[in-house]
């Protein structure tokens, strides 16, 4: 296992991919900085539809209202993109390279193999999503001062925001499993690690299209993205878990299906590359 | 071959589900019956345009329960067509029909008059029972429910006070008090000595909307008069807006001389009336014109409206309401609900998010179709539910049908269950400040000390009514959030409170105390409820603007405002805005300065109500499940693995001894090779069919014993390099077995460690260095890096200090031998190579020719699959050769070498040489090309045929042994040589 993180941490694109999720709170407090302290780019609140768009504006209080600004921010694509990229180029890439062949005639089964690329690849995705609040709050607290947070729902003080965070981020890292399952699934059917990761971010655009139709009524609720936003209650003074758990259980059809997949193919798959 | 049956039966599964689902929705057909039905009074003889819908399978036989779906005001029967179909497919008979005045029916609109329109219907209802296809309860009484949104809604409330025959009504969007929605005035007090409250202000933006869309069409498309059949008897049919006043007064004996008095249909002259009655129409002129009620059209409306009727109502009655309508407010529907439940009758309202043309048939709504559905088929369909009226609701059991008010809380997305979910909250009552404030503290004059005059506020009020505020426009409803919050300064003042901390569920009619005062004959002031964001974006609750009108000044009014429906998130501000003008209403002409009195009666009141969300015992319970689920899986993955892991620890213990003997303890070999030891690699039948047809490797049945260096000869697509991805693993054979040291391999299978392989080609991590690629392939594997013997494989691999550059630096010959180093990791008993020499140098494979003799020497065994025979002949042992897949030959070189026996010599007079050997050999056959001979199947020795040859004088150029492989290889494999003359 720790093989398996050596092989991809070495690699320059997982590098590439956790410095620039965490260089987009930086970004974004330069971009602040030159709007001035005209209050973001407010998309705000259209009468208690969007409380995300009301974060922007609320972005410039204080150093972990920008954190939390800024996971908003990569929530609903930047990470899931990450995801993506971590996880579908995974097996992916060692068959471009040829030497998936060769971990093969390795004395462990195919599927420990998947297990492993797989842990890795979604232990790099956790990073990736925790990366984000801490260079947020990192760069927020440098411009903006440590105080309390103003959220849509109502005002919080610094620490409790801080233990909020750590949830909402476990919650953001959870939802993006479904994307992992995805991406995994499909590196594990082709040798162009492009076209795993390049059709999973295409497939997270179209599943997000998709949530916004509401004419599709109730089969929304059964998309993966559908509760993404959800960790907005957990912004409220007594934290709201409903959505939450939906959003969780939700998760898991997806992952399990995922997985169940890649498991299977990969399994009876001949190995030509 | 298991593989195989995987598609079959889901593809089977698939197609015999499809044929199912389209032979049991083929011939399941709504049939749609166009009717004409007359109707009307003796002395006003109308033909109205309907159409029948019968469900599939309604016959005498099966009869079903009916629908009476009416329509809008801005359209007919034919907007309805898709919700009747529907509900025909849910087993329904529909009856839609336009409304007199509507589409393609004659007379005139009356709007839902008693007389009128609501009399139709019982014509319609007499129709229904008249059918066989539908079910009766009683004779000439049918199982029948009345259903409309708008217009509809009401004239279905109308007639369920006028015809009891009808078993349940379900009204959207309808009105209570057609008066007070159309001009409505928020006054409830006008205050001592006032007398009853002013005539209320027109809303001008609806009522023009609905009476000129209604009049224009009326001009163009009459009702086909010349092609009814019964024109001429029914002239009233023919009837197109024509000079109504003379003529359609009487409504009397209309004989044919007045039929032939009317010019034809189609030669219409316009009139501003449309097909409106003159009632009607005159009493819309009068208010239109006079901008407040008349009290004519007051009583015309009034007559229109289920208001003080509503205790006739027998039918189970399901409102519907959308909470931002402007022309039909909350109210209307709660004051209809009111009233009905009053009678004892069984009522539900249903309040959803979303303006007028939000709540309709086939406006798209889930949830809509669903309440109105459930209504239905509870009260219609449910047999024996014997007689509605005085039906208990907890009875049936259904909960969720038995609440009499849910609305949708727009904030949250949650439906709210009024009876279970709410109770009753604390009253606020905040104080209006002269400074624009709405605090809960003392009223504002307290602040004052001095108790001198009591504080105003002053706006004006511009001359024509324009300017006016806009702040809503009829039929946007919901979409009213893009429209901006646009208050004329001067013409408005505004109080707001502070941000809450937590959130405030207002539910309920807030009521306003406030002095009016003008310098005019009236003072008109229209009061809205905001809800301001911290953003600044502003929503205006439920859509909602009371028009104030007090006549006899000053007026200190109490004022009703609308009824709330509303989330005020913690961190909004509610805002109260009073202004003089807007858009939607009648606005007054004159300029008018207004003030507002800021006593301390100025108050706001304000109901709000305690809402609990849904289960939140559910939530924990939920959390703890999904976590248990997500470790459970973790833990089964890490055992599954873990079991995994167990099985290759033993193995190390193998590697680096070739003394060993096999098998090793535990397992049991499947056969005995020659020596009595298991053979190193044995295949019995192997074959690998591609999924494309291509047969790859057919029948293949080897064994290599240990030591023996087998050479895998065959011609580019022999099927060999397949033959060796089954051999490790890599691809599954589809016939046969193949067998390492007596065990079936599987993919990943553990022994697997006594395994070198290389295959296709080097395959490595480009950004890493060649050591490091090496180190982490052979850990892969579980194994410790001590075990690899890795000084020993980079000294194969002679790369020197490159060994640390990254991979993709190499040449491909530095990455081949790299990847034969990464073969030669751990010694391992059976090398698998394909193609090793690939790119090396000749002194490179020379080195790695001698290698692979000595290590097979050493006891290793080692498969090589190569199509240069030079090659095999050099380093092997023992030969294979395939050829499309099939093994053709086997056995240790120098005996396939030896079966051609074939020499060749090279001379300067191949003729006289061919005679020459033809005398001296006997066995076998001699044949000469050009300058050389060749000696095919004879034994003599080669020695003696070059003596017998210089002797005679022919000199030799050239030699070729016998026992060459390539000749074994081409006559084996079929090809020509290229000594052979044709």
């Known amino acids: 296992m720790r093989v398996e993180l050596r092989r991809q941490l070495r690699r320059r694109r997982t590098a590439g991919g956790l410095l620039g999720i965490a260089a987009v709170p930086v970004l974004l407090a330069v971009a602040f900085a030159l709007a001035g302290n005209g209050g973001g780019p407010g998309d705000g609140d259209g009468g208690g539809g969007d409380p995300t768009g ?30 993506a990229l971590f996880t579908g180029d995974a097996v992916s890439s ?40 801490v260079s947020g709050l990192l760069v927020g607290t440098l411009a903006y001062g440590w105080s309390d947070v103003q959220t849509p729902l109502g005002v919080l003080t610094a620490t409790q925001t801080l233990w909020r965070l750590g949830i909402v981020v476990a919650y953001l890292a959870w939802s993006a499993a479904w994307v992992a399952a995805v991406a995994f699934a499909w590196s594990t059917t082709t040798d162009s690690s492009v076209g795993a990761v390049a059709g999973t971010i295409v497939l997270v655009i179209v599943v ?66 | 071959m298991l593989r195989r049956w995987w598609w079959v039966l889901p593809a089977a599964a698939v197609v015999v589900g499809g044929l199912a689902l389209l032979l049991m929705t083929a011939g399941a057909e709504v049939v749609v019956e166009p009717l004409r039905v007359e109707a009307g009074s003796q002395d006003d003889e109308v033909a109205l345009d309907a159409a029948l819908y019968l469900p599939p399978g309604a016959s005498a036989e099966d009869p079903r329960p009916a629908v009476l779906l009416g329509h809008g005001f801005l359209s007919d029967r034919t907007a309805v067509d898709g919700p009747a179909r529907s509900l025909a497919d849910a087993g329904y008979v529909v009856l839609t029909w336009s409304s007199r005045g509507f589409g393609a029916s004659g007379g005139d609109v009356a709007i839902a008059a008693p007389g009128r329109e609501i009399t139709d219907v019982a014509a319609l209802v007499d129709l229904l029972a008249a059918r066989p296809e539908v079910r009766n309860d009683a004779a000439d009484d049918p199982r029948v429910a009345i259903a409309g949104s708008s217009y509809g809604g009401g004239t279905a409330l109308l007639a369920a006070t006028a015809e009891p025959r009808l078993d349940a009504v379900v009204a959207l969007a309808a009105w209570h008090s057609l008066s007070s929605a159309l001009a409505p005035n928020g006054v409830v007090d006008p205050g001592p000595g006032a007398g009853a409250p002013a005539a209320g202000v027109v809303k001008t933006a609806w009522t023009g909307l609905l009476f000129t869309a ?112 402007t022309l039909f407010d909350l109210a209307q529907a709660a004051a209809n609900a009111d009233a009905i439940a009053a009678a004892g009758t069984p009522v539900r309202q249903r309040w959803v998010p979303g303006g007028h043309q939000q709540v309709a048939f086939g406006a798209g709504s889930e949830e809509i179709d669903q309440e109105v559905r459930a209504w239905l ?14 039906a208990s609701e907890a009875g049936d059991g259904s909960e969720a049908s038995a609440s009499s008010l849910v609305w949708t809380d727009a904030v949250t997305d949650e439906v709210v269950d009024a009876e279970r979910q709410q109770t009753t909250g604390a009253t606020l009552r905040l104080a209006l400040t002269p400074d624009g404030r709405l605090t809960t503290g003392p009223a504002a004059t307290d602040d004052q000390g001095g108790g001198s005059v009591p504080a105003a506020r002053t706006i004006f009020s511009p001359p024509g009514g324009q300017p006016a505020a806009l702040s809503t426009l009829p039929g946007t409803g919901g979409l009213g959030d893009l429209l901006p919050s646009a208050d004329i300064a001067g013409q408005h003042v505004a109080f707001t409170t502070e941000a809450r901390d937590e959130d405030l569920v207002l539910f309920g009619a807030p009521s306003l105390g406030l002095t009016l005062d003008a310098d005019g004959d009236e003072a008109r002031v229209f009061v809205k409820l905001s809800d301001l964001a911290p953003d600044g974006r502003t929503r205006l609750l439920q859509q909602a603007v009371t028009p104030v009108r007090a006549t006899s000044l000053p007026a200190p009014v109490t004022v009703e405002l609308p009824v709330l429906a509303h989330r005020l998130r913690a961190g909004h501000r509610l805002r109260l805005t009073v202004a003089t003008t807007d858009q939607a209403f009648d606005n007054l002409t004159e300029p008018t300065i207004v003030t507002v009195g800021l006593d301390e009666e100025a108050v706001l009141t304000l109901p709000t109500a305690e809402v609990t969300a ?31 892991r167990r099985d290759v620890e033993p193995e190390r213990e193998r590697t ?8 090793h303890a535990g397992t049991a070999p499947a056969r005995a090779g020659a020596d009595g030891a298991t053979p190193p690699v044995a295949l019995s039948g192997l074959g690998k069919r591609y999924p494309d047809g291509k047969v790859a490797v057919d029948d293949l049945t080897l064994e290599v014993g240990k030591g023996q260096v087998m050479g895998l000869l065959g011609p580019n697509g022999a099927g060999k390099t397949s033959a060796l991805r089954m051999l490790v693993g890599l691809a599954h054979p589809t016939t046969g077995a193949v067998e390492l040291f007596g065990h079936r391999v599987r993919p990943g299978h553990r022994v697997l460690t006594r395994v070198g392989a290389l295959i296709e080609g080097p395959g490595f991590v480009p950004e890493l260095s060649g050591r490091e690629n090496l180190e982490l392939y052979w850990r892969a594997g579980g194994q410790a890096l001590e075990d690899a013997d890795l000084p020993w494989a980079l000294d194969i691999a002679a790369l020197g200090a490159a060994i640390d550059n990254p991979v993709k630096t190499y040449s491909h010959g530095m990455k081949q031998r790299l990847a034969i180093a990464q073969a030669m990791l751990g010694r391992p008993e059976l090398l698998v190579l394909d193609e090793p020499t690939d790119g090396l140098d000749p002194e490179q494979i020379r080195a790695m020719r001698r290698l692979l003799v000595q290590l097979g020497e050493e006891g290793h065994t080692i498969v090589v699959s190569s199509h240069l025979l030079a090659e ?28 051609t026996a074939r020499v060749t010599i090279s001379t300067d007079d191949g003729e006289a040489a061919r005679q020459l050997l033809a005398r001296a050999v006997d066995d076998g056959e001699v044949t000469a090309s050009g300058d050389t001979v060749v000696i095919a199947g004879s034994e003599a020795a080669v020695a003696d045929l070059v003596e017998l040859l210089v002797a005679d004088g022919i000199r030799i150029d050239a030699v070729t042994p016998r026992g060459s492989l390539e000749d074994a290889f081409l006559s084996l494999t079929g090809t020509e040589t290229g000594g052979d003359d044709g």
């Open chain 2, 872 to 899: 095999v002949e050099q380093m092997c042992t023992h030969v294979a050769v395939m050829q499309s897949g099939r093994l053709r030959a086997i056995g240790p070189v120098a005996d396939l070498a030896g079966t």
């Open chain 1, 94 to 133: 060692e068959a471009s390279w040829g030497s998936l062949r060769y971990l093969l005639t390795r004395p462990v089964s195919r599927r420990r193999l998947l297990a492993r690329k797989f842990a890795v690849g979604a232990l790099l995705s956790v990073l990736a999503a925790i990366l984000v609040p």
């Open chain 2, 614 to 644: 849904t289960s939140p015992r559910a939530t924990p319970i939920l959390i703890a499940v999904a976590v248990v689920l997500v470790v459970l899986s973790l833990l089964g993955a890490g055992l599954l693995s873990r079991r995994r």
């Open chain 1, 54 to 83: 009301l974060l922007f504006s609320l972005a410039t209080s204080s150093g972990p209202n920008f954190a939390l600004m800024a996971t908003a921010a990569t929530a609903p694509f930047l990470l899931l993109a990450v995801v």
């Open chain 1, 208 to 273: 997000q299209i998709l949530d916004a139709i509401t004419a599709l009524g109730t089969l929304r609720t059964y998309l993966p993205v559908h509760e993404l936003s959800a960790w907005i209650g957990l912004l409220a003074p007594t934290p709201r878990y409903g959505d939450l758990t939906r959003g969780i259980v939700l998760q898991v059809p997806y992952l399990l299906g995922g997985l169940g997949f890649a498991v299977w193919w990969f399994e009876r798959k001949d190995i030509l590359s």
């Open chain 2, 656 to 663: 680096g001894d070739q003394e060993q003997e096999w098998p």
């Open chain 2, 377 to 390: 088929d509870r009260w219609l369909d449910a047999a024996g539910a014997g007689n509605p009226a005085g």
């Open chain 2, 214 to 325: 209604r009049a224009t069409p009326g001009l163009l498309s009459g009702p086909p008069g010349g092609g009814a059949p019964d024109a001429a008897a029914d002239p009233p049919a023919g009837d197109a807006g024509l000079d109504r006043p003379a003529d359609d007064e009487a409504a009397t004996g209309p004989g044919p001389g007045d039929a032939t008095a009317r010019p034809p249909a189609g030669a219409t002259a316009p009139s501003p009336c449309g097909r409106f009655t003159s009632e009607v129409c005159d009493a819309y002129l009068a208010i239109a014109t006079a901008g407040t009620m008349t009290p004519e059209a007051a009583e015309l409306l009034e007559a229109s409206s289920p208001a003080g009727e509503l205790e006739r109502v027998t039918a189970p009655t399901l409102l519907v309401q959308g909470q931002d309508d």
